[in-house]
């Protein structure tokens, strides 16, 4: 009995080992999730002026958008998607057939001659549906080029982490930005990011709290009622 219960409590150690260790919800961005700048070339042709083309970061007249890797870039997050659908259908199916056999002298089975017979059926069937759909996410977060793809086009991918009290909120995104839809401001809308992935996740005891168990979630699964 005794080593019974020393067993039951390892796992149970164990159990909240696990639980312990992923604190940090799993996510679907593309990664890595930042980038670091790439180094400048050793050795640099002087110019012989103030500005060294070798050198700077941006070009002398140009407006400090994201256009390297490990440069950074503002998403203004403005998701509004609503979607509806309703189908409806009717059937219906009645038939009918009746047949009697006739009285013939000299025949065996009089009993059962002159009867008539009926039969009918009928069938109906009658379905409805409705779905609906509401999503408002609004907000900004900073992402950093991850990667220049071969058409100019920027691969960006970002995340941020909010700690309050008990709890984390990770809020994630990546996508593809056309350089051309980045603004003077080095900003750009989500609505105008390609293969945009956009996450809002949680961790800790109030996240927990609401998230089903897994033995619940297989008998979820696997009854028929």
């Given at each position: 009995?005794?080593?019974?219960?020393?067993?039951?409590?390892i796992?149970?150690?164990?159990?909240?080992?696990?639980?312990?260790?992923s604190?940090?919800p799993?996510?679907?961005?593309?990664?890595?999730?930042?980038?670091?700048?790439q180094?400048?070339?050793?050795?640099h042709?002087?110019?012989?002026?103030?500005?060294?083309?070798?050198?700077?970061?941006?070009?002398?007249?140009?407006?400090?958008?994201?256009?390297n890797?490990?440069?950074?870039?503002?998403?203004?997050?403005?998701?509004?998607?609503?979607?509806?659908?309703?189908?409806?259908?009717?059937?219906?199916r009645?038939g009918?057939?009746?047949?009697s056999?006739?009285?013939?002298?000299?025949?065996?089975?009089?009993?059962?001659?002159?009867?008539?017979l009926?039969a009918?059926?009928?069938?109906?069937?009658?379905?409805?549906?409705?779905?609906?759909s509401?999503?408002l996410?609004t907000?900004?977060?900073?992402?950093?080029?991850?990667?220049?793809?071969?058409?100019?086009?920027?691969?960006?991918?970002?995340?941020?982490?909010?700690a309050?009290?008990?709890?984390?909120?990770?809020?994630?995104?990546?996508?593809?930005?056309?350089?051309?839809?980045?603004?003077?401001s080095?900003?750009?809308?989500?609505?105008?990011?390609a293969?945009a992935?956009?996450?809002?996740?949680?961790s800790?005891?109030?996240?927990?709290?609401?998230?089903?168990?897994?033995?619940?979630?297989?008998?979820?699964?696997?009854?028929?009622?």
């Amino acid at each position: 009995m005794n080593k019974l219960i020393t067993q039951f409590r390892i796992a149970v150690a164990g159990l909240a080992l696990l639980a312990g260790c992923s604190t940090v919800p799993s996510t679907n961005v593309h990664q890595p999730m930042t980038a670091r700048p790439q180094p400048l070339p050793d050795g640099h042709a002087a110019n012989g002026a103030i500005y060294q083309a070798g050198s700077a970061r941006l070009a002398l007249f140009e407006d400090r958008r994201a256009r390297n890797i490990g440069d950074t870039l503002t998403i203004l997050i403005q998701e509004n998607t609503n979607a509806s659908k309703k189908s409806a259908s009717n059937a219906s199916r009645t038939g009918k057939a009746s047949a009697s056999v006739p009285t013939i002298f000299g025949l065996p089975g009089k009993s059962i001659q002159g009867t008539a017979l009926d039969a009918s059926s009928s069938n109906t069937f009658s379905g409805k549906g409705d779905s609906a759909s509401n999503n408002l996410f609004t907000g900004t977060i900073t992402v950093t080029v991850i990667e220049v793809l071969a058409n100019g086009n920027l691969l960006v991918s970002g995340e941020k982490q909010v700690a309050i009290d008990q709890g984390s909120e990770f809020i994630r995104f990546s996508g593809v930005v056309n350089p051309t839809n980045i603004t003077g401001s080095n900003t750009v809308a989500s609505t105008n990011v390609a293969d945009a992935r956009i996450e809002y996740k949680g961790s800790g005891y109030i996240d927990e709290a609401q998230t089903m168990g897994w033995l619940a979630r297989f008998f979820l699964s696997v009854l028929p009622f």
